[in-house]
């Protein structure tokens, strides 16, 4: 069985949103279903997505693992290179790692990887 995901962040001001997610993922928007949504492809059926809804906005945790901690580093820098740093960086007992971007409406966007 297939499984596609759809991981929806609301934001107060869709502009803004796409800009700062774009620098963040290193890509434009894959598509853009409205004129109150953009869309990243993380991966093949997987998707990010932005969504203008001021009254929910700010409240979004989401954790997408990119592989190994050496896979992690490598985001980590090249969205440095864009000039976003994270929030926070974690390392837990088990070696896992993670780093935590907030968007302009404090969503979280967090990033791990694995030893």
């Not at 774009?22 to 004129?35: H, K, M, S, W």
Request: net charge negative.
């Amino acid at each position: 069985m297939a499984i596609d995901l759809f991981a929806g962040v609301h934001v107060g001001d869709l502009d803004a949103a796409t800009a700062w997610y774009t620098a963040v993922l290193g890509a434009e928007p894959a598509f853009r279903p409205n004129d109150t949504e953009a869309v990243w492809e993380l991966a093949e059926h997987r998707y990010l997505y932005v969504r203008l809804g001021p009254a929910h906005a700010g409240h979004a945790v989401v954790t997408v693992l990119v592989g190994t901690t050496a896979d992690l580093d490598a985001r980590v820098a090249s969205t440095a290179a864009r000039g976003i740093e994270p929030a926070l960086r974690e390392t837990y007992d088990n070696g896992a790692c993670k780093a935590v971007y907030q968007d302009p409406d404090g969503n979280e966007l967090g990033f791990g990887g694995v030893p």
